[in-house]
């Protein structure tokens, strides 16, 4: 039974770029939530996407933007990187929007130089 | 609106000693409340999750916790620590809409032979 997965795992870009990182929920899991993890800090939540929709979103920016596939995969798009976008990425899946328990991958480190 | 304040950032033990990791929060609502565990290079793993049934919740690895709603304590304990316990550990508080999970800091938990 696959876990979660995250590609890549390791991604380096400059100011002013854009970057997709991508997710694949555990299987049977249909809602994909996204987070950032700044080095030292706890996970902060991005969005959340159910349905092919957006149904949740955390305090970021729209330069945060999100897709989700109808194989329940998930793209997360980050435009004009700010050095402050460094962070560890984190996808996590559940069962539905209210899934109870959120299964966690291990994660896309973005640097931004 | 929901919080979690982790009161230690870091904890050193002894092998074989008792491990207490502490936790409060902040919900306008009854809560759901979990423990996360982060080794190097890993994604999260769920240690155990508080969901409005008995107090006292039993995870893995020998961890468990007790919700206390006149304290708004939720502590993370277990008796003798191991060295594979070393890890940051993270506690964690479910929105009341959605799937929305609210992090603390993060407990840096050292275990010394």
């Known amino acids: 039974d696959a876990g979660v997965t995250q590609s890549p795992t390791h991604l380096i870009k400059t100011r002013g770029q854009q970057v997709t990182l991508r997710c694949s929920p555990k299987?049977?899991?249909?809602?994909v939530s996204w987070y950032q993890q700044a080095l030292g800090q706890g996970p902060q939540f991005i969005f959340q996407?159910?349905?092919?929709?957006?149904?949740q979103r955390g305090n970021f920016p729209d330069r945060f933007s999100g897709h989700q596939f109808p194989n329940y995969s998930s793209e997360l798009n980050v435009n004009a990187l700010l050095l402050g976008d460094s962070a560890l990425y984190l996808c996590a899946s559940s069962t539905g929007p209210r899934g109870i328990e959120q299964f966690f991958g291990p994660g896309t480190r973005l640097t931004v130089l | 609106a929901q919080s979690v304040t982790q009161l230690d950032s870091h904890v050193s033990v002894s092998e074989g000693t008792p491990v207490l990791l502490r936790c409060n929060y902040s919900s306008s609502y009854s809560p759901s409340l979990f423990w996360y565990v982060q080794h190097p290079n890993k994604g999260l793993q769920l240690l155990l999750k508080y969901t409005s049934a008995a107090t006292l919740v039993k995870g893995i690895n020998g961890f468990e916790a007790e919700f206390k709603k006149s304290e708004t304590s939720f502590h993370l304990t277990k008796p003798s620590a191991h060295m594979s316990d070393a890890a940051e550990y993270f506690c964690?508080?479910?929105?009341?809409?959605?799937?929305?999970?609210?992090f603390g800091g993060g407990t840096r938990l050292m275990v010394k032979p």
């Open positions: 996407y159910y349905e092919e929709e957006e149904r």
């Open positions: 964690v508080v479910r929105g009341n809409a959605g799937n929305m999970l609210t």
């Open positions: 299987s049977g899991h249909d809602t």
